[in-house]
């Protein structure tokens, strides 16, 4: 597969032709991701939680970032790579978001960047960060970085206000000079009011079939422990087959049965004889 650039993405959106995206957090996921041929893949900020264990989207740091980014970017040949810009790094001002958007690209290689909310201070980073010269993703609906503000992890777009909201904001956004949006969990009829009003792609997640859809890794792998939302759906055992590995592993050991005579290295009778010698010589 050839490189996905900018103008791949808009013609795919044009012929309809869907857009997939997911997330990876890591080397050996950015490889797999590499070999299954999807478009976008995505260092999230759920890497907070799914990678390093958070309760929250908000406890990430950009250095944990760049390192996630880091590592996706040296096993991501193909796909366009975008990463999440964590809490913090970008709320203080349009510097401050410039010059951690220019960290993701000078130090992780990132073709894009993507950011939550459509705010008036939010369309000020992302017209700021455009005009730095790094493409934006922007990200609106269930906006988990201030998911307490929206009164916790709810779906989105699901009042007459809030309808009417959401389709301002994807407007705006794209007016900021996004060149694509993430949708979450909002209704497929509201986004697809969105779709006729909008000429980047949209990808959804928990937001109906939009031109594109976007998934967390180890929730379609099966890997998360505990409920998950509405919109995942699993495609494989992972999470199981890796706690079987383990307990199978911890089983031979215990028996005596690995490691096989195939696992070990072979020597000669006399070395094994110049060890004891030298062990009474000691
Ligand atoms: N593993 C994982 N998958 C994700 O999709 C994900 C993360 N982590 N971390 C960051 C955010 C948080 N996300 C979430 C998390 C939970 C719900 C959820 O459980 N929603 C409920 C309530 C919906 C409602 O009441 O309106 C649901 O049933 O879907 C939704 C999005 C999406 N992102
Ligand atoms: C769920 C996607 C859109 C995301 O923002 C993330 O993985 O952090
Ligand atoms: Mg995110």
Known sequence: MSRVSIPRLIEKREKREPIVMVTAYDYPAARAVERAGVDMVLV??????????????????????LMMSKA???????????????????????????????????EAGVDA?????????????IRAIVAAGIPVVGHIG??????????GLRAQGRTIESAERLVGEGLAVQAAGAFCLVIEAVPSEVVDVLREA????????GAGKADGQVLVLHDLLGITEGKTAKFVKTFGTIGDDTVA????????VRAGSFPAPEHQYPVTPEAVEAARAALLRA
């Open 44 to 65: 999230g900020d759920s890497g907070a939680q799914v990678l390093l264990g958070y309760a929250s989207t908000v406890e990430v740091s950009v250095e944990e970032m």
């Open 245 to 252: 590995a383990i307990a199978a592993y911890a089983d031979e």
């Open 72 to 106: 996706v970017r040296r096993g991501t040949e193909s796909a366009f790579m975008v990463s999440d810009l964590p809490f913090g790094s970008t709320e203080e001002s349009d510097v401050q978001a410039v010059q951690t958007a220019v960290r993701f690209v000078r």
């Open 198 to 205: 909008l000429t980047i792609p949209i990808i959804g997640i």
């Open 142 to 151: 269930l906006t988990p970085q201030t998911a307490t503000a929206l009164g």
């Open 113 to 125: 960047v993507k950011l939550e909310g459509a705010n008036e201070s939010r369309l000020s980073r």
